[in-house]
């Protein structure tokens, strides 16, 4: 059975995006593949977090994954923190990278400009999520668009490892959801919708009230055009709720233009908004029945045992091929 993997970093509540971009794709997939799935709060940490309000969010992560569908019979779920021999083996990866490659994602060089403290963990956070994917020789990636560039990082520092040391790392893929696109701030469409994002207006959150999600997406930026269409550069805003409405329907984009061909932009806003809280409020109904049960517990302590056993396969491998071992190599 191929396998795959994801993870999401709790640097606020989950959002739309994080839905449409990763974890939807792993609730269509789970039935046809191993699925690894992990609350990333190692990578939270790369940029200063209110630890209550980090610590909170892990578990409700947990809570949310399973309420969007996830089911934990078929997935590995687990946080990442639990599994000591990831950061290890990212050490051992660090010295497989260069400093060029790391410092060239686009992450690190928009987020470096935020602010001039920023720690060394922001540039070497590809390398953990490298090893996030490689210790399980998963096959698939499921993510966004945005994280696309780190997945291809660590297959290319899997295949330097493999050159170098011995071949021990499968090289995953990147996979991207149906219209492979990011989705962007309601508001501001030109920026992606961003669960860290300090003025909401614009982005959905999984937990939010669901007459705000209406008020919100009825508020979204459009423009003056008055056409249904696909058109990012010049609708931007109409191109958003399009992807929106095809991703959370399983229609294509045409066929959403076809259905509001005479329309005008109130009618399509409302059936963007009707098909979110239609999603949304399932959503909301089973994490109120998932969050304080105890399962929660049994579901994480399978799920580390698993990723721990990997990981330590892993990385004592690599400790060999490196040469870093009381073993006398032949
Ligand atoms: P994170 O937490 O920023 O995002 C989690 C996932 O959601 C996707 N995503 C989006 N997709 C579409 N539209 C958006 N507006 C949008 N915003 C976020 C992201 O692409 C991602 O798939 N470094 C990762 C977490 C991570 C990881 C990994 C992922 C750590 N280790 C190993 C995969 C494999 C991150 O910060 O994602």
Redesign the pocket.
Known sequence: MKRI?????P?GDL?L??Y???IRQMVKMQDEYDSFLFV?DL?ALTIPQDVKELNARIRKFIAMYIACGIDPNKNTIYI?SENEFIPAMSYLLECTTYYGEASRMIQFKEKSKQNANFSIGLLT?PV??AA??LYCDCDY???????KQ??ELARNIAERFNNRYGEIFKLPEPLL?QTG????DLKNPTK????SEENPVGVISLFDDLDNIRNKIMKATTDSLNKVHFDFENQPGISNLLNIASELTGKTIETIEEQFKDKGYGEFKKYVADVTIEHISKIQKRYEEIINSKELDSILNTGIERSRKLAQEKYELMKEKMGVTRKILN
């Open positions: 993997l994801t993870g999401l970093k640097t959002t995006g994080n449409i971009g990763a990333a990578h990442q956070y953990l999520m996030d994917i990636v499921p993510v966004g668009i945005d994280q780190h997945v959801s696109t990011k989705i962007y992606k919708m961003s669960k």
